[in-house]
């Protein structure tokens, strides 16, 4: 089958990648297409929780800093978490429609 999924290292999942339109595509491939984002899908949460770790890890580096260098580093890394978290969401929460065509 082919891959129809490739990973996205700064957000670290795995995203959609079709190479024709959808409707090109078989309906069982279709099928097979929703199945496997609906599994990505589900570990979106998960992937959120394990970055959201992280930037609070970073925050309690951040509040016992005193070299202002690393101070600002550590600001621009828990933003950066930030921006994946919010771009995580949007991929869970902008597919949702496409999630619900497996359950018609």
Known sequence: MEDFFVLDERL?????QLNK????????TQQQILLQ??????HIP????EIEDIINNKQEQLGNELNFQRS???NSE???CASI????????????????????
């Open 85 to 104: 978290i919010n771009d995580l969401w949007l991929w869970y929460r902008l597919n949702q429609d496409i999630s619900s065509k497996l359950h018609q």
């Open 21 to 28: 339109e959808w409707e090109e595509y078989s309906e069982e």
């Open 46 to 49: 998960d992937r959120i929780a």
């Open 78 to 80: 828990i933003s950066e």
């Open 12 to 16: 670290g999942i795995l995203l959609p």
């Open 37 to 42: 984002w609906e599994i990505i899908r589900g």
């Open 72 to 74: 600002c580093e550590l």
